[in-house]
Every structure is written in structure tokens, then in C-alpha cells.
């Protein structure tokens, strides 16, 4: 702009001298060229604001291509779910929920905790879409429900009784006896499965899947016994300092438990990106660290558990 100046203005100097009136019409046109220049400077500013406005735009819909999932979870099932001191709900199962969140780019996931009682008819009134709540796979339940393909977790099974008895040892130990399990659960479907079988030999109450609650309930006499998961039940009777003991059981070997999902076509889709996510985590060694992080132990894979059960 400096050397454009000087030029011009040597021109019309040139001009003046030699035909007088023409300096007048130089300094017009140098005066015409400045809002020229300006309104050049105006418009590269409206171009830069379009650009924004453009990366904006994209930015928007990059945000709006994120799918989001709603999880529900018991939110009663320390330390796999339960709710933290922020109010939110927190444990193993949400852990490892936000390490596969982490895993897919288009996917975000929410966490709401819901009574077990009801949490399957939540899930069918489209309330959240889907259950990370250590849900077991039962044949009533493939019939309703899509499950994943990669386990996140494997249960292992035991009955929970008041320290000092020996009486109970097996499923066979409970007939005669009272036994309390969640109603809907993998754990009432197993004593209806063995009761099925075994003419109702075992007296069966029903209770809201707070596994506190069922421990009391055995360590004040009103039931003989429940089952739970030894890692759920152990760590509830150190916080609690319960007088309870347990025993493994000896009928089956452990199950693995995946995620639990609405029957829809879009969920499908997730599935597919959650088992993927899921493999890798196993793969990487992220699982079992999540694993040992809430748990105490490795229950992220088979081999981890059954190296346990055989030491």
C-alpha cells in the first residue's frame, strides 16, 4: 500500500505541471480508491465471519451425530452398582460402562438408578434403553430382550447364612428351610428352577433386590438364607460388620454377564459397537484393572475367576 502511494502521488504532480486542472481529477481518483481499499477490508471481515459461522455450523453437527443411550442400573448392588456420594450412580458396572462411552466416538451414555422390582418394565416402557446392572442371561429373557455377545463380568454364586451354622453347604441344604431372593432376579430363577424340580422343597420370599436389606433379614432370623454374589455379600458384611458367612456353590460353574438392551433395531446397532468396545477392554487388560479397582479380585474373564476357584 506504501509503494502504491508514492506512485500516484508522483503522477499527479506530473499532471499538475503539465496540464494544471488534472492534480484535482489525480486527487479524485486517489480519494475514490481509498474506500475501495476499505470496502476490499470490509468485505475479507464479512468472509471471515462466514467462515466461522461455517465452522460453527460443522461443529454442530458433528454434536448432533452423537447418539445418546440411557443405562439404568439398580443402584443397590455395591460394589458392582450403588450410588456415590455425589448422588450419582457409581461401581464397577458404571465404571466400565464409561470406559466403553470412551470407546465410541458417537455414542454418549446417561445413568439413572432404578429399583430392581421394576426395572425390566422401565426398560419396556422405553424409560432408558438399556440395563447395565449384572442382569443374568435366562431363556425368559432372550424371548424380550436383545444381550450382548462380550461379557463384561462373571458371577459366581453363594448362599449367605448366619456365621456358626453348618447345615447349609448346597442348594440340596436348603430344603425345609426359608430362603430370600429378588424378585425377577438370575437368583430367583435359579431356586425356581431347583425348586421346579425338587417338589417346592425350599420356602421362597420375595424381596426388592437390596442385598443389605436380605442380609439383615438372615442375620435376624427372619430367613435362613439368601444368595448372593461372594463379592457383593463379603463386601456389604466387612462395612457392616455382619455376622454372616458364606459358601460357595458347587451346582454350576461360573456365568458370564453381558449387557441387557431394549429390542430395537437401533440397538442392534449399539450392540455391535458396545461388544467391540467391550473385546478391547478385555484385550488391553483395561477390564481386569477396573476389575480389581471396585471388585478386589480379577472377575473380568473366565480364566481369572477359575484360577481362583481351583487355588
Request: net charge negative; aromatic share 8%; charged share 25%.
Amino acid at each position: 500500500m506504501k509503494n502504491t502511494w508514492i506512485s500516484n502521488t508522483a503522477l499527479a504532480v506530473t499532471l499538475a505541471l503539465s496540464l494544471g486542472l488534472t492534480a484535482c481529477g489525480a486527487s479524485a481518483d486517489a480519494g475514490a480508491q481509498a474506500p475501495a481499499a476499505e470496502q476490499g477490508e470490509e468485505q475479507t471481515e464479512v468472509k471471515t465471519a462466514t467462515n466461522d459461522t461455517a465452522e460453527v455450523d460443522v461443529a454442530s453437527v458433528e454434536n448432533s451425530a452423537v447418539k445418546e443411550y440411557r443405562i439404568a442400573t439398580e443402584g443397590a448392588y455395591a460394589p458392582y452398582n450403588y450410588i456415590g456420594e455425589d448422588g450419582q450412580p457409581d461401581g464397577y458396572d458404571i465404571a466400565v460402562s464409561k470406559a466403553v462411552d470412551e470407546l465410541i466416538p458417537d455414542v454418549t451414555f446417561t445413568y439413572q438408578a432404578v429399583e430392581w422390582s421394576s426395572i425390566f418394565a422401565g426398560l419396556e416402557a422405553g424409560r432408558y434403553d438399556l440395563i447395565v446392572s449384572q442382569a443374568a442371561k435366562t431363556p425368559e429373557r432372550e424371548e424380550k430382550y436383545l444381550f450382548g455377545n462380550t461379557a463384561y463380568a462373571w458371577d459366581l454364586g453363594a448362599i449367605a447364612f448366619v456365621k456358626g451354622r453348618d447345615d447349609i453347604h448346597s442348594l440340596e441344604d436348603l430344603s425345609g428351610k426359608t430362603l430370600t431372593v429378588a424378585v425377577g432376579s438370575s437368583n430367583a430363577n435359579v431356586i425356581e428352577t431347583w425348586n421346579a424340580s425338587h417338589n417346592n422343597a425350599v420356602e421362597v420370599v420375595y424381596g426388592d433386590g437390596d442385598i443389605t436389606k436380605a442380609l439383615l433379614d438372615v442375620q435376624e432370623g427372619r430367613v435362613d438364607a439368601t444368595l448372593v454374589s461372594p463379592v457383593t455379600g463379603n463386601k456389604i458384611v466387612s462395612e457392616q460388620g455382619l455376622n454372616i458367612d458364606f459358601a460357595l456353590r458347587n451346582d454350576e460353574e461360573p456365568k458370564p454377564v453381558f449387557w441387557l438392551y431394549a429390542n430395537t433395531p437401533e440397538n442392534e446397532e449399539l450392540k455391535e459397537k458396545v461388544d467391540q468396545a467391550l473385546q478391547q477392554l478385555v484385550d488391553s487388560g483395561k477390564l481386569g484393572e477396573i476389575s480389581k479397582e471396585y471388585l478386589g479380585e480379577d472377575y473380568s474373564s473366565l480364566e481369572a475367576v477359575q484360577s481362583r476357584i481351583t487355588q
